[in-house]
């Protein structure tokens, strides 16, 4: 056996992205162990991940194999050795990957992607089901599998084509990191700040300081920039920019109120510009006196202008934007470059007077150090220059515009911000280097020999400026904001720089904003937005944002009153970088083994540490607007935690949760049981909880924020039907549970019997010290018509529930729990108006697409309105037989019954029957109910058994007990008569009860009667009711005195009787609970486990 091992398999284009050797399974063993013969290796698989041309299967074959493939190719023959395609929605083999058929396909990463994913179409493996599982024998196989033969999918190269196709038919354009992130963020960064304020800084603060400005602006960008390169590299990155980084790291809420406010920071951010470059136009129509109204309407008609023509370019597409950015940046680079170029030319007298000299060591000396005036500081200076390094977020914005946002992200984002700040500091330090602080700009004031100078680098080049000290000046780094216009070498390339600027940003905040804005809106956090989320076009452009972002700015150019809102629009940005470095944090601290960046370079803490630094700048540079700033932030986060909306993106706050509850899980164990700390935790078996409501409301009103619910359900019946039941009824029936604000987990187990699954619960429920301690469950109605075997499994549910040490609670209503005939009546009734309502439509579709003209065309509509009028007709008659067929199923009563728990009570009481000292239980539940906000109105009353001779004297004792475990308490009562024989009635019903369960083995023949015991272990013998008699008299006679006493009770909570085990019969112990329990208000059955849950200490 030779392996086929040549380069040329993996250079080969036309590979496809699995190419498997096909491996010999014949029965023929003399012709493999021939093929063996030799030292060639043996013949391994080998896969290509090249590209495929011809999106057709390229397999390497062995000597001798090729008729067989070339038969299946044919004639879809499954021969041996032959190929196998399996795919999961054709029932197919998969390919001989392994030597062997198998379903199991190899990795891929269709199989990841999700549902709706736009770069290719899920692909579902083979569930486990699928695998585990016998496979299902005589699959056919079809031909035009073979297209998919890779291990049962689509190869690479047929992913490229359909991505190919789709991108042609669609018209996508997709950017790289230089074009998309690159050049965006060095326009968005190299603001007008570079040309008319960097100049005023370096001169406040000094070469030396001024550098630290930039360097510090500088750090808090960079370590953003790393925070925001390790999440862009956690994953694909979709559109929506910071929004979409900051919502799917730290989730929806954080991600929501961000995202709304940074895409109005956006939109302002646009007039901001705008204006910047309308007072640029304004200033030289001022020099040429051509002004055309005012100087402020002049502003509001040029940013007017502006703003629609920059609209023109974003609507027009992406391509055309991106093609303005590029003309920009090279407007920009050309201005930056007739700066540094103006440095090295000789410099003339005019601009000697006006403080320019070229490169001067004096004057770098001189400039070095700060000079403060005019109330200025370091941090002030810090607030002015800050802005200017911002923007690095304008390649992220349109991070569904990339081709690759996971690496064009880091990578352009973090390119620009070097490139820019190499930048800063060039024409920072040259322009300190050549140009002095002060200068009057008169050729004159030169130096005279014998004249007194004041010492300045100005004086030892021959100009006098001294007189700058005790009058203003216009020319210097501290007083002309035309600087660089003056040092360069043609200054109307300066002038274009500064348009350039401003343009390219607008251009990039005005694309950002409805980018920003529409991923928001798709979310659908806020409802009431989501008429934003369509796009239109190739791109998915979202032309109504662009509406509203132009409307935005619009508002604000015509208020020009930004120098109030500037400070809030770059604290908003602010926000959304520290949140940024913050989402990183939170996502390493959470330890989640999701979060895996491609991008190492970061670390957690510093992070945290960006956070901060962001946090505090934003507060150096305006107080006011920092807090206004997170007002608006926790308004909105606060708003969209209230509305919770739906969605599940993973977030690292979702980590945490679990981080956090599993750390308190584990803390709890440390932490020994006291009694002080009781709470009832409960396992309710109410099956599905919409199924018997009334036994969860009952239960969850005296757990709820007190302990823990668990409502189990136990499948029964053929193993595989059960567990597939419940595996997809699991979520379903725990949303449910959320959805009905019932503080309360489901679980739910396959058992072969009732009881085994019960007893599985009882010993598996729970977590460390949340475990559950009692449990509760409906009274089982039907008993006397249940088969023997149902009886017996329940009770020995009771049964085992005491060899667990669990406290008991049996609650019985008098319509009993089960609604599911309700409901299903419910859901019968719905589908059929939901198929009425279907047909009315249809008709009236089909009714106005017939809407020709001529006779045909009104026959047609008169038919059309005839069909609709019977089928209607005939829906509603079918409704309303169904509704008289189930007049009787649907029963209101039991309706009203299942929803009493939920209502408020009115005022009433609840009747403690504490019968039995159980450690307490029986008093602490009905106390529990007291302090809720529904049960508050009813008061206890309290019996209990006694003697005629010391009614009194018991009374004071409970009195005293409830006192000492400060239980308040409406009335004590005393109950002497309990063992009283009850009436022969009562008597008679209950002996009627279990006539059709006993034995009656007496009046029978020892031999018959032994047999009967056989044949018949489960009933009532004569024996076992004369040795209990006394014991049923009591729960006869106790039903009774429940009638005297507490028939007009709320509730009545009742010590429940212990039937010991293999003593009592089932059907003699269910008897009990029948007679006691009967004609009453909903009754509580409790006995705890016999240890204190009640303390009177301290």
Not at 809 to 835: A, H, P, W, Y
Request: neutral net charge; aromatic residues 10%.
């Amino acid at each position: 056996m030779s392996m086929n091992n040549s380069p040329n398999v993996f250079l080969d284009p036309n590979a496809n992205r699995f190419q498997v050797n096909i491996i010999n399974e014949s029965h023929d063993n003399n012709e493999t162990s021939q093929e063996d013969v030799g030292s060639d290796p043996p013949h391994y698989e080998e896969t290509s991940f090249t590209d495929e041309a011809h999106n057709r299967l390229r397999i390497s074959y062995r000597q001798g194999k090729r008729d067989l493939y070339d038969n299946f190719l044919q004639n879809g023959e499954k021969t041996e050795a032959s190929l196998h395609p399996y795919d999961t929605h054709t029932k197919m083999y998969y390919l001989q990957t392994f030597g062997h058929n198998t379903v199991d396909p190899v990795p891929k990463i269709d199989y990841y992607r999700n549902t709706g994913s736009v770069s290719g179409n899920k692909l579902s493996r083979p569930s486990l089901l699928e695998i585990h599982e016998q496979l299902a024998k005589n699959i056919a196989v079809s031909t035009g599998s073979v297209e998919r033969v890779a291990n049962g999918e689509s190869t690479a190269g047929d992913e490229t084509a359909v991505s190919k196709e789709e991108e042609n038919k669609t018209g996508f354009v997709k950017f790289g990191w230089v074009k998309g992130v690159l050049v965006r963020c060095m326009l968005n960064i190299w603001g007008v700040m570079l040309f008319i304020r960097l100049s005023w800084i370096v001169g406040q603060a000094g070469i030396g300081l001024g550098i630290i400005v930039v360097g510090l602006s500088v750090v808090v960008t960079t370590l953003t920039g790393i925070s925001m390169s390790a999440i862009c590299t956690n994953g694909v990155v979709r559109g929506g920019g910071a929004y979409y980084l900051i919502s799917r790291s730290l989730g929806p809420e954080f991600g929501g109120s961000i995202g709304l406010i940074f895409a109005f920071a956006n939109a302002v951010a646009v007039a901001m510009y705008v204006v910047g470059f309308a007072e640029t136009v304004v200033e030289l129509l001022k020099e040429s006196d051509t002004l055309m109204v005012d100087e402020s309407n002049d502003i509001r008609i040029i940013g007017t202008i502006t703003v629609v023509c920059l609209l023109s370019i974003s609507v027009a597409g992406m391509e055309w934007e991106a093609k303005a950015q590029v003309i920009l940046l090279v407007v920009l680079l050309v201005a930056i470059a007739n700066f540094f170029i103006g440095t090295v030319i000789p410099t003339n007298n005019e601009k000697k007077a006006r403080g320019f000299f070229n490169y001067q060591a004096s004057i770098f000396a001189e400039n070095f150090g700060p000079d403060f005036r005019s109330g200025e500081g370091f941090f002030s200076v810090f607030a002015i220059f800050f802005p200017a390094a911002t923007g690095i977020l304008a390649g992220a914005n349109i991070s569904g515009d990339l081709k690759d946002p996971q690496g064009a992200i880091p990578k352009g984002t973090m390119l620009a911000i070097l490139i820019t700040t190499v930048a800063y500091i060039g024409v920072a330090v040259c322009v300190a280097s050549c140009v002095v602080r002060d200068a009057t700009g008169n050729i004159n004031d030169t130096v005279v020999p014998g004249m007194s100078c004041n010492g300045s680098s100005a004086c030892s080049l021959g100009y006098d400026f001294s007189r700058c000290a005790s009058q203003p000046c216009d020319y210097g780094l501290m007083n002309n904001f035309q600087v660089m216009s003056m040092v360069s070498g043609f200054g109307p390339l300066i002038t274009a720089g500064i348009f350039s600027a401003t343009l390219s940003s607008a251009l990039a905040s005005l694309v950002s904003a409805p980018k920003v804005f529409q991923a928001l809106c798709k979310d659908n956090i806020y409802k009431g937005l989501h008429f934003f989320a369509k796009g239109y076009g190739k791109n998915n452009e979202p032309i109504r944002g662009y509406v509203l972002t132009f409307i935005i700015a619009m508002a604000f150019i015509l208020i020009a009153e930004l120098n109030t809102i500037a400070p809030i629009i770059s604290n908003f940005f602010l926000a959304s970088y520290a949140l940024i470095n913050f989402s990183c944090f939170h996502a390493s601290y959470a330890k989640s083994p999701g979060w895996r960046p491609a991008f190492r370079y970061y670390n957690m803490w510093v992070s945290l540490f960006g956070a901060l630094l962001c946090c505090a700048v934003m507060f150096v540079i305006n107080w006011w607007a920092a807090l206004i700033t997170y007002a608006i932030e926790l308004f909105l986060y606060i708003y969209v935690t209230y509305k919770k909306p739906e969605v599940n993106w993973g977030s690292s706050t979702q980590a945490l949760y679990y981080i956090n509850a599993l750390d308190s899980a584990l803390a709890l164990t440390t932490v020994e049981d006291h009694v002080k700390n009781f709470r009832p935790q409960c396992i309710a078996l109410t099956g599905a909880p919409m199924i018997r409501p009334a036994l969860l409301d009952i239960t969850h009103t005296f757990t709820k924020n007190n302990g823990l619910c668990i409502c189990c359900e136990v499948y029964t019946g053929p193993r595989k039907l059960c567990v597939k039941e419940m595996n997809s009824g699991m979520a379903k029936k725990q949303d449910w549970l959320t959805k009905n604000k019932r503080k309360a987990f489901y679980a739910a187990v396959a058992a072969d019997s009732f009881r085994d699954g019960v007893k599985s619960l009882l010993q598996a429920s729970g977590l460390g010290r949340m475990k559950p301690n009692t449990l509760v469950i409906g009274f089982k109605k039907d008993w006397r018509n249940a088969t023997a075997t149902q009886v017996e499994n329940y009770v020995g549910v009771i049964h085992d529930a005491f060899d667990f040490e669990l406290g008991m609670i049996i609650v019985r209503i008098s319509q009993g729990f089960d609604i599911s005939q309700v409901l299903q009546v419910q859901e019968e009734l719905e589908k059929l108006e939901q198929e009425r309502l279907a047909l009315e439509a249809t008709i009236k579709e089909n009714y106005f697409e017939e809407g020709k003209s001529g006779i045909c065309g009104f026959f047609r509509k008169a038919s059309a309105l005839n069909i609709s009028k019977h089928e209607t007709t005939k829906k509603e008659s079918t409704i309303n037989t169904m509704q008289s067929m189930h007049v009787g199923e649907f029963n209101q009563k039991l309706l009203e019954a299942s929803t009493q728990f939920k209502k408020k009570q009115g005022k009433g009481t609840i009747d403690i029957w504490w019968l039995f000292d159980d450690g307490g239980l029986t008093i602490l539940i009905p106390y529990i109910l007291t302090i809720r906000k529904k049960w508050k109105n009813c008061k206890l009353r309290i019996f209990t058994g006694g003697k005629v001779n010391r009614i009194e004297e018991e009374k004071l004792v409970m009195a005293s007990l409830l006192s000492k475990f400060r239980i308040k308490f409406a009335d004590i009562n005393i109950i002497c008569d309990i063992n009283v024989k009850p009436n022969k009635e009562s008597w008679k019903f209950f002996e009627e009860m279990i006539e059709p369960h006993r034995l009656h083995e007496s009046c029978k023949e020892i031999t018959t009667a032994e047999k009967l015991k056989r044949e018949a272990p489960w009933k009532i013998t004569d024996a076992e009711l004369e040795a209990f008699k006394e014991k049923s008299y009591r729960q006869v006679r106790l039903n009774e005195l429940l009638q005297e006493h507490s028939r007009a009770a709320n509730l009545i909570v009742l010590s429940l009787p212990v039937a010991r085990k293999g003593v009592v019969s089932d059907y003699l112990y269910m008897a009990w609970l029948e007679i006691l329990s009967k004609n009453l208000p909903p009754i509580l059955m409790v006995r705890g486990n016999h240890k204190n849950v009640l303390t009177f200490y301290s």
